[in-house]
């Protein structure tokens, strides 16, 4: 593998900081070095500074790369996303355009459950064809490092099949994707009439076998109304705890169900969604060190207008994570920088928080902060080179193709030269 320097950038965006997810005034200090310059070797980078001290003294072997007055990045951490499913959900998209909401479609058998049914009828070669397509959107996007749930499984070996895809993905493409067990995503429609047998079917066998298996690093679940309630919830995350895997969770996405509190109370990494969230639960979050995901993209795509309050927990201190939720039925964009800019313009995020929040912070919300998210000695060179001269630009020219190009681990991984 050869070193590589990357010159010339308007903007080289380091994001150095404390070694550890950021708060407060930290989300807008960025570290830019202007006219920055980087040197990665064997995938690893190992400076950072002005172009002109980068360019001294380099090894005869270095390849250089020229930014040419480009913003430079850490790649993006994408820390919520369902890439593994069979199908589309087109038709609900429609329903909803002509009136329909997502509650009424999932109680007449869509949502979810539509995307269980064409899942488990795909082979795990389909799932893996459809998802490494996929792969190519993210890429596209600028991001480099992604949460992978499974969830339209919904039976051992359903969910075993989807998490097995996702190893796969691990194993043959350039995105390095991060493996989350969402068994409780929904309660299957085999077990309508008796989902407390669902519940035990999930501690009892799902739970034990993915950690038997190592195919998961986390345990998900959709703690909502007419989903899994609060006393579900704590029983298969506990349960989950047991067997050595960290817990995110759904949390009041679609009504106040309480779930804010239980995350803080069992220990959570994060606390996905939080669009129904108040302010003595943004506070209970803070106090127990819970990052908060919020998914701008899913208010979006439903229709909806009650964004999360990311105000309000940035100034309780809380370490703010911005992530796709990309899954075919409520947020079906691969795309950082659609998020960020509905970050921006419906929860008046400064684009510098939205930059932080979805490199370093989702970084560390994954468990990986000592080793990707920013531009520092150290860490993996995963960086992605944008066709503009000011990192603001990203969000201001939304659903324009700003990416130029991909590296992970100091290789070119995506080109739109």
């Known amino acids: 593998m050869k070193p590589r320097a990357i010159l010339h950038a308007s903007q080289l965006v380091t994001l150095a900081g404390p070694k550890r997810p950021r708060v407060g005034a930290e989300l807008s200090a960025l570290g830019i070095i202007e006219d920055g310059g980087m040197l990665v070797r064997d995938g690893v980078i190992v400076a950072t500074g002005s172009s002109d001290q980068i360019a001294r003294d380099l090894p005869n072997d270095i390849e250089v790369i020229e930014a040419h007055g480009r913003v430079v990045l850490p790649g993006f951490v994408d820390a ?72 339209y499984g919904l039976s051992l070996e359903e969910e075993l099949k989807i998490l097995r895809v996702i190893r796969q993905l691990n194993e043959t493409s350039a995105l390095e994707f991060v493996p989350t067990f969402l068994g409780a995503h929904a309660i299957p429609e085999e077990f309508a009439d008796a989902p407390e047998q669902y519940v035990t079917l999930v501690i009892d066998e799902m739970l034990p076998t993915v950690a038997e298996q190592g195919l998961a690093e986390y345990c998900d679940i959709f703690c909502e109304r007419g989903y899994f309630d609060l006393a579900d919830s704590e029983k298969i995350l506990k349960a989950a705890q047991s067997h050595g895997l960290r817990l995110r969770m759904h949390v009041d996405q679609l009504t106040n169900s309480g779930g804010a509190f239980l995350a803080a109370r069992i220990g959570a990494a994060t606390a996905d969604h939080l669009e129904q969230t108040n302010e003595a639960e943004i506070a209970a979050l803070a106090e127990a060190g819970v990052q908060p995901v919020l998914l701008p993209a899913s208010v979006y795509a439903l229709g909806k207008t009650r964004y999360p309050k990311a105000r309000a927990m940035i100034d309780a201190g809380l370490a703010v994570v911005l992530g ?28 510098a928080e939205g930059i932080t929040a979805s ?13 990707i998210g920013s531009l520092e ?10 066709d503009c001269a000011d990192y603001r630009e990203i969000a201001y020219w939304f659903g324009t193709p700003l990416v130029h190009s991909v590296y992970v681990e100091g290789e070119c991984v995506c080109s739109a030269r």
């Open 359 to 371: 490199t370093i912070n989702a970084a560390y919300s994954l468990n990986r902060g000592e080793r």
């Open 80 to 151: 919520h996303a369902h890439p593994v499913f069979g199908g589309t959900r087109v038709d609900e998209f429609e329903m909803r355009a002509r009136g329909a909401t997502y509650e009424e479609i999932a109680a007449s058998g869509g949502g979810i459950r539509s995307t269980v049914r064409k899942t488990r009828a795909a082979s795990e070669a389909e799932l893996l064809a459809q998802a490494q397509k996929r792969v190519q959107w993210f890429l596209r996007s600028g991001t480099t490092t992604m949460e992978a749930k499974s969830g």
């Open 377 to 386: 000695a150290g860490k993996a060179g995963n960086f992605t080179v944008f």
């Open 324 to 351: 796709t939720d990309f899954n075919p039925g409520s947020s079906p964009t691969p795309s950082i920088p659609m998020v960020l800019s509905l970050a921006c313009t419906q929860m008046k995020m400064t684009p």
